[in-house]
Nanobody
Framework: QVQLHESGGGLVQTGASLRLSCAASGGTFNGYAMGWFRQAPGKNREWIASIGMTSGDAFVKESLRGRFTISREKATNTVYLQMNSLQPEDMGIYYC????????????WGSGFNYGGPGTQVTVSS
């Protein structure tokens, strides 16, 4: 059974940076994609970025490009989200997800992911 564990969140000031980590275990992730999502209070979960674990192809929500970067470490099945110039609107609980990347390309924009981790809280003070 796949398990996900997010970490790296915290309380920062506007303009600061954070790097989130998501460690996946309990499966093999060749041919899989992993992604980052966030949920702000009172809002739906939104997709942020996805990466193919085998290919390394990375996709970031257009409005976040230039500030957020996704990367992965194949050997440890870990995915990272580097977040720079954080703003109060970036606050929320950040989750990672996984899904097969073999049969269609919808993972590139956050479709069809499975979740399971507790998430990590990001708070940005103005």
């Amino acid at each position: 059974q796949v398990q996900l564990h997010e970490s790296g969140g915290g309380l920062v000031q506007t303009g600061a940076s954070l790097r989130l980590s998501c460690a996946a275990s309990g499966g093999t992730f060749n041919g899989y994609a992993m992604g980052w999502f966030r949920q702000a209070p009172g809002k739906n979960r939104e997709w942020i970025a996805s990466i193919g674990m085998t290919s390394g192809d990375a996709f970031v929500k257009e409005s976040l490009r230039g500030r957020f970067t996704i990367s992965r470490e194949k050997a440890t099945n870990t995915v990272y989200l580097q977040m720079n110039s954080l703003q109060p609107e970036d606050m929320g609980i950040y989750y990672c997800g996984y899904r097969s990347a073999l049969f269609d390309y919808t993972w590139r924009w956050g479709s069809g992911f499975n979740y399971g981790g507790p998430g990590t809280q990001v708070t940005v003070s103005s």
